[in-house]
C-alpha cells in the first residue's frame, strides 16, 4: 500500500515530461511555420480539427493509428531484451506479401472469416521469422542485430518489387504494379458504425497482450533481466538465445501483421505503397513511448494524428505535404532529448519517508539455536 | 545511350558497370567516409539519409539561385555540418540513445529537403563540370563512362588523407582515443564531448558534399526519390569497411558497382530478377558479415565506444 503513496511524483514526472516535450515540439514547429509565411495558430487550430476534434477525422487517425502500433511492438519488446531492431519496415512488407499470397491462393474456397485468419497467421509468421532471423544471426553470430534489421529492410522491399513487377504482377495495373487484388469477401470490414478497420482492435490488443507479458509475466521478466544484464542471466541459467529468438519472433510478428492489416483492409493488394513510412514511423512510436506497449498506443495516436493532417495542411494552407515530416521530426528530436530530463528536476523527487524502525536484528545465541 | 549499349553487347555491360561504378559509387563514398568520422568518434549517425537528402537540396537550390555549383557544394557540407551539429549534441544528452536520434533527424532531413526543395523541382540547375578523358574516336557509352567528376576525385583524395590522420595525426589520435576507450581519453584531458560533436559535424559536413554529387553530378537533378537509401547504407558500408578509410573507397566503388548491374543487365535485355539485382549490395553486406562476426571476438577495427552508453 505505501509505495502507491510515494510513487505519486515519480507518475507525475513521467506524465508531464513527454506532454511538456510534446507541447515544446508544437512551438518549435509553430516557428517554423510563422518563418514559412503561414500563422502558427490557423495551422494549430487545422492540424487540431483535421486529426482529433471531429469524430469524423478523427477516424482517419484512428486508422493511421492501428499499423503504427503494431509496427512499434517489432522495436519495443526487443528494446526490453537490450537489442535495438528497426527491421520494422522489412517485416511489414514480408507480412503484407505473406497475407496477400494466402488470400489469393485460397480465393473464395473458404468462408471469408477462415481466409482472414489465415492472412492474419500468414502475416505474422513471415514477418515474424524475417525478425527471428535477426535475431538467432544476433545469438549465434553476434552479428549486430540493428545493421541486420536495417539491411533485411531493403532485402524485403527489393523481394516486394520484384514479386509485384514480375510473378504477382496484376497486367491491369500499368502504372503502379500491384498484385492481384484480394476477393473483396475476404477484406477486413469496418467495425459497426465507424469507417475504422478491424485493425485497430488487432493493434490495441496487441499492446495489451505484449504489456502483460513483459511486465506481469515470468517469460517477461527472464526477458527483462537478460535485458538488463546479459551476464547476470546466463549465470542464473535463463536460456537467452531462446528468449533473444522468441522475442523476436513476436516483435517480428506484429509487424508482420500490421503488413497484413494494411493490405487486407486498407490496400486490397501488394504494391510499393505497403512502405508509406509505418516501419520507420512505428520505431520513433517505439522510442517516444520508452518501449512500454501501453504508452505505445497514446504515441501512435500522435502520430497518427500529425500523419492525417498532412492533407488539411497542403489544402488550407498552402504548406508542401513535407510539412508533416517536419512536425514528426521536431517532436520527435524534442521527445528524445526529453528523455535526458528525467532526476534533473527537484520537485519530482520522492522526499524521504518515515518507515518503520527495522525490527531488532537477532542476537547470536537466538542464530545459533535456529541452526541447530 | 541504351541503344549504343545493345550495340556493344557483354562489353557494354562492363562498360556501364564501371560508369556506374564511379557515378554510383561517389555519394556512397562520402557518406561512408563521413560515417566512418562519425564512428571512430563512438557514435553511430543513423541520420545520413537526411543529410545526404538535405545537401542534395541545398546544393541544387543554391546552384539554381546563384549559377554557381561549387558554391552548391559548400552550401550542402555547411547544411550538413548544422544538421550534424544537431545529432552531435542530442545523442550525447545522458541516456538518449543515438540510433533513435538517427532515425529522427531521418524524417527531420528529409522533412526539411522535401520542404525547402519543392521549388525546384522543375527548374534545371547547372551541372558541376566534368572531366572528361575521352575523345571522339571512342564510342558514345565508352565517353560516357570516362566522364569523370571532380567530386570523385575529391573523395579518392580525401579516403588516404583521413587514413594518415587517424594514424598520424594528434587529432587523429584522439578521436580513435575517444573512441576506443573514453576513460583513457578523459585521463588524457581530452574532452569527449567536444570531440565527438565535431567528429559528427564534419561527418555530416562530407555527407552534405555527397548529396551534392547525387543533384549536381549523377543523376543530376533534385527530387524527391534522388537517394535510394545510400544514407542509410552508410552504416553498413563502414562496418563492411572494417572502420578503414582506404577501404571505404573499395567498399563504394563496389556498392557503387553491385548497384550498377541491375541497369546494366536491363540495358542487354535480361529484365528477370531486375529488382533482386538492387538488393546484391544489401544480401553482399550482410553474407559478409555473417561470414566475418563470431560470437567469440568482436569484429577487428570496432571503436571500443560504439554502441555503449558512455
Known sequence: MSWRTIAWRKTLESTLIPFGAILVGLLLFGVFCAVAGANPFAVYGSIWKSAFGKWSTFQNTLIRAAPLMLSALCTALPARLGLVIIGNEGALVMGGLAAVSIGLAIGTAAPPLMVQIAMGLAGMAAGGIWIAFAGALRHYRAVNETISSLLLNYIAIALLNHLVGGPMRDPSSLNKPSSYPLAAVNMLGTIPGTRVHWGLVYGLIACIIAYVLIQRTTFGFAARTAGGNIRAARIAGLPVGQLTLIICFLAGSCAGLAGMVEVAAVQGSVNESLNVGYGYGGILVAFAARHNPIAAIFMALLVGGILASGGSLQRTHGLPDATVLVFQGLVFLVVLYSDSLYGRFSFFKEKPQLVAPPSPPPSPGQESVIVS | ??????????????????????????????????????????????????????????????????????????????????????????????????????????????????????????????????????????????????????????????????????????????????????????????????????????????????????????????????????????????????????????????????????????????????YLFNAAPYILTLLIMILTCSPKRTLSGVPGALGTDN
Not at chain 2, 87 to 103: F, T
Request: charged letters at 10%.
Open chain 2, 1 to 274: 545511350m541504351a541503344a549504343e549499349t545493345t550495340a556493344l553487347g557483354w562489353w557494354g555491360v562492363l562498360l556501364a558497370i564501371v560508369a556506374g561504378t564511379m557515378r554510383g559509387g561517389t555519394p556512397f563514398l562520402f557518406v561512408s567516409l563521413g560515417e566512418c568520422l562519425t564512428e571512430k568518434s563512438g557514435k553511430i549517425n543513423l541520420g545520413l539519409e537526411g543529410t545526404l537528402l538535405t545537401g542534395a537540396m541545398t546544393a541544387y537550390a543554391i546552384s539554381y539561385l546563384t549559377g554557381s555549383p561549387w558554391l552548391g557544394v559548400l552550401m550542402a557540407g555547411l547544411a550538413g555540418l548544422m544538421l550534424g551539429a544537431i545529432h552531435g549534441w542530442l545523442s550525447q544528452q545522458p541516456r538518449v540513445n543515438d540510433v533513435a536520434v538517427g532515425i529522427a533527424m531521418i524524417v527531420f532531413g528529409s522533412g526539411i529537403a522535401f520542404f525547402l526543395g519543392k521549388p525546384f523541382i522543375q527548374p534545371s540547375a547547372p551541372q558541376l563540370p566534368t572531366i572528361n578523358l575521352s575523345n571522339a574516336a571512342m564510342p558514345p557509352a565508352l565517353q560516357a563512362a570516362l566522364q569523370i567528376s571532380p567530386l570523385f576525385l575529391l573523395g579518392l583524395g580525401i579516403a588516404p588523407l583521413m587514413s594518415w590522420f587517424f594514424r598520424s595525426t594528434r587529432w587523429g589520435l584522439y578521436i580513435r582515443a575517444v573512441g576506443d576507450s573514453p576513460d583513457a581519453a578523459r585521463a588524457m584531458g581530452v574532452s569527449i564531448f567536444k570531440v565527438r560533436l565535431l567528429s559528427v559535424m564534419i561527418g555530416s559536413f562530407l555527407a552534405g558534399i555527397g548529396g551534392a554529387s547525387l543533384s549536381l553530378y549523377y543523376p543530376g537533378v533534385w527530387t524527391e526519390r534522388i537517394s535510394s537509401g545510400q544514407g542509410l547504407m552508410a552504416v553498413a558500408l563502414v562496418i563492411f569497411a572494417g572502420w578503414k578509410p582506404v577501404q571505404c573507397l573499395w567498399a563504394s566503388l563496389l556498392f557503387g558497382g553491385a548497384q550498377a548491374l541491375g541497369p546494366a543487365l536491363q540495358s542487354v535485355g535480361i529484365q528477370e530478377g531486375y
